[in-house]
């Protein structure tokens, strides 16, 4: 194969917005799940652990990754789980099976102490209500506890619990996954659909101010995709303010040029929930547009987890503690590259999970936390992508795949505000590619920073002894020239190009 660079051209116009790129596209979530919560975020021996069990080197990283929502507590674990558990004092709370993930629940780590540790993160919590064993009285039971400012049962409990404030949590998910057969509580269509509209309406009255996530198709090979969507909007479209997409990618269950692609199976993706959604818009003759949230995406080596079976008799063990590679961290920046592109419709979004468990973050028990190669495209995104996300007009070449036909080498998307402007760009070829910035609509900007992650060994990733084996690199820049820049991307590569006006 040629080792010669690949040309392509780029133009950036702020005349032509998506939209304003909404910070909660940049979410993670934490479950119950393997060592997320207990090793994960909450270890109370670890030493760096604070006085309420945090890890500090977790919420450090947590803090650099720059996550602006997180989702709790599942997942599949919140489908059996009682919030009640959770709260109140820790040495009472009963021990419980995790349903999901055949384990032991100890609730040592409940709602109060993820409110807490999600203002140590400063993220804002996104929360999700059990709709597979339990209904529209418990939703409401927690909303109460969460938002109710006090004089009821359930806010005087929060307060009884060391909790004066409420916690004012808005955005809230009716279920999740109740599509898949795994789910404890499993629906059909017309069953969630129902259940979803009945449930937001009672949480309105409680809380009017919520805003509410309705569970689509848990991914896109479900045979109900596209009916389920259709269905649940028939019977819920006005109540609820978003219907969530999940989607994960496996390296090992596709070839490499398949794998590099799924930036483009996450914009088909979008773009068919987005066409359902419109399709039952127009039917209902609605002049609300639906709009998204993508609330479980990742890489996830799927193919190599095995259901754990041994239930409640291994404690918590670690579950899908992938290791992740050059080459995967080039696809999660080009998954974010996708959400972005559709900022008008996605508004919010959850790399699936903050720590261990697929997760950016790792850790040992009593031992280090690092970040992972796909640590570095999510914390970049999250601090360059701020205002508007711009169509970009792209000429590139295309390269042959078996399952998605012929696919750009480059995908790009620019965010600009009048300070800055940051074009975020994948090659997905295995040679380099200078890549032509049409600078014309930006005057007076220079090319002030080209960081990439790339490796001569796309399979290289950091482990606790080479923490930084992966990350992102400084590469030279050109010169603007007759509003035109250039940039080398290295083969399979993410990266961020930063611009700014000049000083004059
Ligand atoms: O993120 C891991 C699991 O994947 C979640 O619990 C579930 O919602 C999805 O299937």
């Not at 006085?51 to 599942?74: A, C, H, I, K, N």
């Not at 996104?126 to 418990?138: D, F, H, P, Y």
């Not at 404690?315 to 080459?327: K, N, Q, S």
């Not at 010169?479 to 290295?490: E, R």
Request: aromatic share 8%.
């Amino acid at each position: 194969m040629s080792s010669a660079p690949l040309n392509a051209e780029v133009v950036i116009d702020p005349r032509s917005p998506i939209a304003e790129v909404d910070r909660r596209l940049f979410g993670s979530f934490v479950e119950h799940m393997g060592r997320c919560v207990y090793g994960g975020v909450h270890e109370p021996e670890h030493p760096t652990a604070d006085e309420r069990g945090f890890r500090g080197d977790v919420l450090e990283l947590t803090r650099e990754l720059g996550p602006s929502v997180v989702r709790y507590p599942g997942g599949n674990f919140v489908s059996s789980y009682r919030w009640e558990d959770g709260v109140g004092p820790v040495g009472e709370r009963p021990k419980r099976l995790n349903l999901a993930w055949r384990s032991l629940e100890p609730n040592a780590f409940g709602l109060n102490e993820f409110m807490a540790w999600a203002k140590a993160a400063d993220v804002e919590p996104m929360l999700a209500v059990n709709l597979g064993t339990r209904g529209i009285q418990e939703a409401c039971d927690l909303l109460e506890y969460c938002n109710h400012p006090s004089g009821t049962h359930l806010s005087d409990l929060r307060r009884k619990h060391g909790v004066e404030a409420p916690h004012a949590i808005k955005l809230w998910c009716l279920g999740n996954e109740m599509d898949g057969p795994w789910q404890v509580g499993h629906k059909t269509p017309h069953e969630y659909g129902r259940l979803a509209a009945e449930t937001a309406n009672a949480m309105r009255m409680v809380d009017p101010s919520v805003e509410l996530v309705a569970a689509g198709s848990s991914n896109s090979q479900m045979p109900t995709f596209g009916e389920w969507e259709a269905t649940l909007l028939e019977h819920a479209y006005d109540q609820v303010d978003y219907v969530s997409l999940h989607h994960y990618f496996d390296p090992d269950t596709q070839d490499r040029a398949d794998f590099l692609a799924s930036g483009v199976v996450m914009d088909r993706f979008i773009e068919s929930v987005v066409a359902t959604c419109d399709h039952v818009g127009a039917k209902l003759r609605k002049r609300k547009r639906m709009r998204l949230s993508f609330d479980e995406w990742n890489v996830w080596y799927h193919s190599r987890f095995t259901e754990p079976t041994d239930r409640g008799l291994l404690g918590m063990p670690p579950l899908i503690e992938d290791d992740f590679t050059v080459t995967d961290a080039v696809v999660v920046g080009d998954l974010l590259i996708s959400l972005l592109r559709h900022a008008d419709r996605v508004a919010v979004a959850n790399q699936a999970q903050l720590v261990n468990v697929i997760a950016p973050i790792r850790t040992i028990d009593g031992g280090p936390a690092w970040r992972q190669s796909i640590f570095h495209p999510f914390a970049l995104t999250s601090r360059l992508a701020h205002g508007v996300a711009l169509r970009t007009a792209l000429r590139a070449p295309t390269y042959q795949t078996s399952e998605h036909g012929d696919v750009p080498v480059l995908s790009a998307v620019a965010v600009h505000r009048d300070d800055a402007t940051t074009l975020f760009a994948v090659n997905r070829a295995e040679r380099p590619l200078d890549l032509a910035i049409d600078l014309r609509s930006l005057p007076g900007h220079d090319l002030v920073e080209h960081l990439a992650v790339a490796d001569d060994d796309p399979a290289a990733i950091n482990t606790p002894d080479r923490p930084d084996r992966v990350r992102p690199r400084r590469l030279t820049t050109s010169a603007v020239d007759a509003g035109q820049a250039t940039a080398h991307l290295p083969p399979v590569s993410w990266n961020a190009l930063r611009l700014t006006p000049r000083k004059d």
